[in-house]
């Protein structure tokens, strides 16, 4: 059955859209009120993130544009040390839509949802006339409970990096990003390759209960690794050193990324987190992140460092906020060094 | 200049956007950390709603996709007896969008969040390809403060209306949706009409304070008032009354319904409240609605009363969650009485 463009009307047919479709499959308590806004209890403070998701195509391996949406914000959320909790959801759909499409989007999303612990509480849905967008966007904005950090910086957030500091990556690079690339083109060439799309919420639950004093948590979605850590940098003022032989990447993803001509640092993850803590932690962060199945593969990619003096010269200067004031090197296998730059004119669009 | 690809890749291109366009106009603290997350300070509880935006044509008299993103989402948290503080704002861009449109709309939302009092505090962008979506569609999530309510019954909440309470209606119906539809399709024969779209946070808070015991408060936007109360009468399950000559509509607004074959009952609203009190309440809150540029026109359109026993037998018994379990009626000019449904059925999309 196609989605009409009346059920977007805000009249009965939008009414029996939301029942139908989300109220069957997100159900909870707080949802089912259906008032305009929903009533929630929290502690403060609080962390807010929001992401619109218009990923092509729609079903890839290893997730979906549904899953990504719960995972993405959950992710974002968790990213300030922060226990996400609820969830809004808004949905732009185009009519037209297989109604099946949706239904086994949305049952995803709520699997997905059950994994990662959170509800979606309020909701929006708009039906554009055929051609206005294509398919369906998501947008979900997740809020969460900060977790008290024993940090004396306060909860993690980019302009914490320190020299010293060890930069620690929960996994391989890439995934996500080849794989929509690989299912969106029709690559054969790159096979057996799923999206690393998950959420991260539980283990860094444990990371800022259980070692604490964590300083950045970051996820390399857009951009990767290589466009993040220049954002860390950036934000702390700092140098990021990553080693090229430590760097985990799948065979067929460096593969398939060779082929293309893409570098895996750059590339979108959707299930792997960037954490940077003291050295003095890193052990002890690392075998949490190992014990759980999505950070199986951890590994420390590097190190913090200070700015070479005319790079702080800079930034305590004149600044206009333009001027890059971090650095990210790269030391190849081959040992010498390179600069990564934050990603730069390639357009790679709907990804997330 | 225009909106390019690479601007959603999250590289360099997209800093930029978000540096020159978006944190330049919404410039605040906690935006400016450019964290995954926002941290905010709130007392609980809370109240969180989410709308997506897509109104057709993006400029229209009386506001435009940025400040009817802005008034829709801070009036949704504000029903539920909340005071609004932050919201998270999604950008979904078509590439090729004139960045002086997009930067034209930012302006315009930055002041209509003046005017309300909140903060964007968190946000995203994305690019998509050509013909991927029309334009520019905004998602803005709000949360807001719930002001402890001093009614038993608890915040306002469509399930609130009680047998014996009056209707009340902040200002004339149909402006924003009369409004947009000529606008889009240059209805020469509509002259003189601009949208509603307004921020009703700063009377709610009064309403809340000062009259207290409020017991439903709704913003009738898509399917308008007959749909909102239709609503507001089944989550109930009470009859609504409406007298028709007491429904304000402005002259102008009725002429151009009345020749599109358009009731106004049924034509979305931006900047009106519904507020459902007891009838001793009355007076006191249409004083201080009235006393608000935004509701100088308010008026009592009806009143709440018990369903006629078959229907709420209806409700006790086999109730599938579809079954009618409210009505509206309408008391005509001449005095007859007609049912007012829900919107059935009329298309009229991208009005919001």
Do not use: W
């Not at 977007?8 to 029996?16: K, N, P």
């Not at 999303?109 to 998501?138: H, N, R, W, Y």
């Not at 083109?185 to 070692?211: G, P, T, Y």
């Not at 992140?289 to 593969?297: F, I, L, P, Y």
Request: proline letters at 4%; a negative charge.
């Amino acid at each position: 059955m196609k989605l009409l463009l009346d059920a977007g009307s805000g009249g009965r047919a939008s009414m029996r859209l939301i029942n139908d479709i989300f109220v069957k499959h997100f159900d909870n308590d707080i949802l089912a009120k259906m008032d305009d806004a929903a009533l929630l209890h929290m502690s403060s403070p609080i962390a807010m993130s929001t992401d619109s998701y218009t990923v092509s195509p729609l079903f890839f391996p290893g997730g979906d544009i549904g899953t990504l949406a719960v995972h993405g914000t959950v992710n974002d959320v968790a990213m300030l040390g922060a226990r996400p909790k609820y969830l809004s959801c808004a949905f732009i759909l185009e009519e037209g839509l297989e109604l099946e499409v949706l239904e086994k989007i949305v049952i995803s999303m709520s699997s997905a949802l059950s994994e990662a612990g959170v509800k979606i509480v309020t909701g929006d849905t708009k039906v554009v006339p055929k051609g206005a967008c294509d398919q369906i966007f998501i947008n979900t904005t997740g809020i969460g409970e900060i977790i008290p950090p024993t940090c004396s910086l306060g909860s993690p957030s980019g302009h914490n990096a320190k020299e010293g500091d060890v930069i620690l990556l929960s996994g391989s690079m890439g995934d996500h990003g080849l794989t929509v690339m690989a299912a969106r083109d029709n690559l054969s060439f790159v096979s057996d390759i799923a999206s690393d799309s998950a959420s991260l919420n539980h283990m860094i639950e444990r990371l800022m209960l259980e070692v604490g004093d964590i300083h950045v948590l970051r996820d390399p979605t857009r951009g990767g690794v290589a466009t993040t850590l220049n954002e860390i940098a950036e934000q702390s003022c700092v140098r990021c050193t990553l080693f090229e032989d430590r760097l985990p990447v799948k065979e067929n993803v460096r593969a398939g990324a060779s082929l293309l001509g893409l570098d895996p640092l750059y590339l979108a993850n959707e299930g792997k987190l960037l954490c940077i803590v003291p050295k003095d932690k890193m052990q002890q962060a690392l075998e949490i992140m190992r014990a759980d199945e999505k950070g199986k593969d951890a590994v420390c990619i590097g190190e913090v460092s200070a700015l070479p003096s005319s790079k702080t010269d800079n930034q305590s200067g004149n600044n206009t906020g333009h001027e890059k004031t971090g650095q990210v090197v790269l030391v190849t296998l081959m040992g010498g060094k390179r600069l990564l730059n934050m990603l730069e004119g390639a357009p790679l669009p709907r990804i997330c």
